[in-house]
């Protein structure tokens, strides 16, 4: 085992005298060493819970015959970092997580790893974690919140958090009182646990279940729920069973899985995200995906379930359903089945007992919403490397549009315009300088969007950046543009006033501009200059690569 170099041999006295410290018996020198790699903080809802999530995760191990040793990430709340400079460590937080448990786990010498993340960005870190350091690994999320109840003439109805960023919008064009806001603020987040809808959170960690990398159920329990406690137990003995048989990460994350997770994140519409995580995982598993197949991907996948913020339904309406399983078990004629899991089954094995047990929630194969997928990957003179959209948020009138640009060099510029109302109907909306070098850290532009959205705007104004977009942002939002503005690419050409043309449905993005010209305006700008000059966003800026290629370091 690879923890004997801390525990066999005489020189090895003064480690075995150290795990003594922590309890260690010397009776336990035959049993493996297990990290629980728990993201446990007190200032993310969907963190607050994860000690219990542990504790059962630990023992599983113990009853596997393991010795488990928790330790820490970091863990940010997109929610709380929302629309300040704080949005701008989210994705480099990322990098952080992936790197600080290889550092952990190779420090230590541990033999296997339990990971239990929950919210946006903790959960690609931890998994790119896995794959590089390629131990035997399992994944126990702490499951997805409860959605909010409020009742509206005597009528429940079910909120979120993407509610109160769009009843903002709302107030500001006066169709909402301040008073009814902070009642809703109230009422949206009930409890522990990630936002309730199909967002970042909620999308990676369905589609960690759908990579193989965790249990059924994994994706959709609620955190909430006693079957969440349970599933962690199953998980930290499922580890050892893992280890047992050597069964590793990059066994399981490979070229076919990144295209199940595919295949099920377009049956979800999930958020653009999914799209910047998969492709960084897939690059530090080593595994070869074209951006361009993404599309392949999505014209062959139906979108067969509607949640928030593409519909009404929420993680516990897709859990009551039959989950993540019923999904796959809809498309299992495009899967590849014999794709292995952390079960120790073949996805065929997973999912052949599953049934759908809600028809409008999972639609069937053959009545899907659309014969295609809820994600688009577009490309065209604007966006050379691609850029992303959520095609299942878009309002079908919105599909096409072609407009001006109304063009901003910040998200705080643009917000400024939106609440101030100089945006008109037909406009679409620039925002650059916000991708990983630019921003840096590739901020994500829920604020704007839901301004758009609670104001009426979202069927008449489109919005691009080559920073991203929240899982809960609906309406033509277009984000990830690559190259981004930071390195010349073309949406730094742009100006006020430029046609821009969108086409989801063909996989375009273009302004009415030769090549000359655009070649012409970005030969005349200056130098970009960082916006931040110490601390770690600078260094990140400096490694970080394309959204096209994951934003991933170089």
Same mark, same amino acid.
């Given at each position: 085992?690879?923890?004997?170099?801390?525990?066999?041999?005489?020189?090895?006295?003064?480690?075995?005298?150290?795990?003594?410290?922590?309890?260690?018996?010397?009776?336990?020198?035959?049993?493996?060493?297990?990290?629980?790699?728990?993201?446990?903080?007190?200032?993310? &809802?969907?963190?607050?819970?994860?000690?219990?999530?542990?504790?059962?995760?630990?023992?599983?191990?113990?009853?596997?015959?393991?010795? &488990?040793?928790?330790?820490?990430?970091?863990?940010?709340?997109?929610?709380?970092?929302?629309?300040?400079?704080?949005?701008?460590?989210?994705?480099?937080?990322?990098?952080?997580?992936?790197?600080?448990?290889?550092?952990?786990?190779?420090?230590?010498?541990?033999?296997?790893?339990?990971?239990?993340?929950?919210?946006?960005?903790?959960?690609?870190?931890?998994?790119?974690?896995?794959?590089?350091?390629?131990?035997?690994?399992?994944?126990?999320?702490?499951?997805?919140?409860?959605?909010?109840?409020?009742?509206?003439?005597?009528?429940?109805?079910?909120?979120?958090?993407?509610?109160?960023?769009?009843?903002?919008?709302?107030?500001?064009?006066?169709?909402?009182?301040?008073?009814?806001?902070?009642?809703?603020?109230?009422?949206?987040?009930?409890?522990?646990?990630?936002?309730?809808?199909?967002?970042?959170?909620?999308?990676?960690?369905?589609?960690?279940?759908?990579?193989?990398?965790?249990?059924?159920?994994?994706?959709?329990?609620?955190?909430?729920?006693?079957?969440?406690?349970?599933?962690?137990?199953?998980?930290?003995?499922?580890?050892?069973?893992?280890?047992?048989?050597?069964?590793?990460?990059?066994?399981?994350?490979?070229?076919?899985?990144?295209?199940?997770?595919?295949?099920?994140?377009?049956?979800?519409?999930?958020?653009?995200?999914?799209?910047?995580?998969?492709?960084?995982?897939?690059?530090?598993?080593?595994?070869?995906?074209?951006?361009?197949?993404?599309?392949?991907?999505?014209?062959?996948?139906?979108?067969?379930?509607?949640?928030?913020?593409?519909?009404?339904?929420?993680?516990?309406?897709?859990?009551?359903?039959?989950?993540?399983?019923?999904?796959?078990?809809?498309?299992?004629?495009?899967?590849?089945?014999?794709?292995?899991?952390?079960?120790?089954?073949?996805?065929?094995?997973?999912?052949?007992?599953?049934?759908?047990?809600?028809?409008?929630?999972?639609?069937?194969?053959?009545?899907?919403?659309?014969?295609?997928?809820?994600?688009?990957?577009?490309?065209?003179?604007?966006?050379?490397?691609?850029?992303?959209?959520?095609?299942?948020?878009?309002?079908?009138?919105?599909?096409?549009?072609?407009?001006?640009?109304?063009?901003?060099?910040?998200?705080?510029?643009?917000?400024?315009?939106?609440?101030?109302?100089?945006?008109?109907?037909?406009?679409?909306?620039?925002?650059?300088?916000?991708? &990983?070098?630019?921003?840096?850290?590739?901020?994500?532009?829920?604020?704007?969007?839901?301004?758009?959205?609670?104001?009426?705007?979202?069927?008449?104004?489109?919005?691009?950046?080559?920073?991203?977009?929240?899982?809960?942002?609906?309406?033509?939002?277009?984000?990830?543009?690559?190259?981004?503005?930071?390195?010349?690419?073309?949406?730094?050409?742009?100006?006020?006033?430029?046609?821009?043309?969108?086409?989801?449905?063909?996989?375009?993005?273009?302004?009415?501009?030769?090549?000359?010209?655009?070649?012409?305006?970005?030969?005349?700008?200056?130098?970009?200059? &960082?916006?931040?000059?110490?601390?770690?966003?600078?260094?990140?800026?400096?490694?970080?690569?394309?959204?096209?290629?994951?934003?991933?370091?170089?």
């Amino acid at each position: 085992m690879k923890s004997d170099t801390v525990k066999r041999g005489i020189e090895r006295a003064p480690h075995r005298a150290l795990l003594h410290a922590l309890g260690w018996r010397r009776a336990d020198i035959d049993k493996p060493l297990i990290g629980i790699v728990n993201s446990f903080t007190e200032i993310v &809802p969907g963190h607050i819970h994860l000690p219990q999530i542990a504790q059962a995760a630990k023992a599983g191990v113990w009853s596997g015959g393991g010795i &488990p040793f928790e330790m820490n990430t970091i863990a940010v709340c997109d929610g709380i970092a929302m629309n300040h400079p704080g949005m701008k460590y989210s994705l480099p937080s990322r990098e952080l997580i992936a790197d600080s448990v290889e550092i952990m786990a190779e420090a230590h010498a541990f033999d296997a790893l339990v990971f239990i993340p929950n919210c946006d960005k903790i959960i690609p870190g931890m998994l790119m974690a896995a794959v590089r350091l390629n131990l035997p690994a399992i994944f126990v999320s702490g499951g997805p919140m409860l959605a909010g109840r409020h009742k509206v003439d005597g009528k429940e109805e079910k909120i979120d958090v993407n509610t109160i960023f769009e009843a903002v919008g709302m107030v500001a064009a006066g169709k909402m009182k301040p008073e009814e806001l902070e009642e809703l603020e109230e009422l949206a987040c009930p409890g522990c646990g990630s936002c309730s809808g199909m967002f970042t959170a909620n999308t990676m960690n369905c589609l960690t279940e759908a990579l193989g990398m965790g249990l059924a159920g994994n994706g959709t329990i609620p955190a909430v729920d006693a079957r969440r406690t349970q599933l962690a137990q199953k998980a930290g003995q499922q580890v050892i069973k893992l280890l047992a048989d050597d069964i590793r990460p990059r066994d399981i994350v490979t070229r076919e899985a990144i295209h199940n997770a595919f295949s099920v994140d377009m049956a979800l519409g999930g958020s653009t995200n999914s799209v910047l995580h998969l492709m960084a995982i897939a690059h530090e598993a080593g595994v070869e995906f074209p951006l361009a197949m993404v599309n392949e991907i999505s014209q062959r996948t139906p979108h067969l379930a509607k949640l928030r913020p593409s519909g009404e339904y929420h993680i516990e309406d897709l859990d009551r359903a039959g989950g993540i399983p019923a999904v796959m078990k809809e498309l299992e004629g495009l899967l590849h089945l014999k794709a292995k899991t952390v079960s120790g089954k073949p996805v065929a094995g997973v999912i052949a007992d599953s049934r759908n047990y809600d028809k409008e929630v999972i639609r069937p194969f053959a009545h899907a919403h659309s014969p295609i997928g809820g994600i688009a990957v577009l490309f065209g003179n604007l966006a050379p490397e691609g850029a992303v959209v959520k095609r299942a948020a878009v309002a079908e009138e919105m599909m096409f549009h072609q407009g001006p640009a109304r063009v901003f060099d910040s998200e705080e510029e643009a917000t400024r315009a939106i609440m101030h109302k100089r945006i008109k109907s037909g406009d679409v909306i620039v925002i650059r300088y916000e991708g &990983p070098k630019g921003g840096p850290g590739m901020r994500e532009m829920l604020t704007p969007t839901a301004l758009l959205s609670g104001m009426g705007m979202d069927k008449e104004v489109a919005l691009i950046t080559d920073g991203r977009f929240s899982g809960a942002t609906r309406g033509a939002a277009i984000g990830h543009v690559s190259p981004e503005a930071a390195s010349r690419g073309p949406i730094a050409a742009l100006k006020d006033g430029d046609i821009i043309k969108i086409d989801i449905a063909h996989h375009r993005l273009d302004v009415e501009l030769d090549e000359k010209e655009i070649a012409k305006r970005l030969s005349k700008l200056a130098e970009f200059k &960082p916006r931040v000059t110490s601390g770690y966003l600078r260094r990140y800026a400096e490694k970080v690569s394309s959204a096209s290629t994951g934003a991933v370091f170089i």
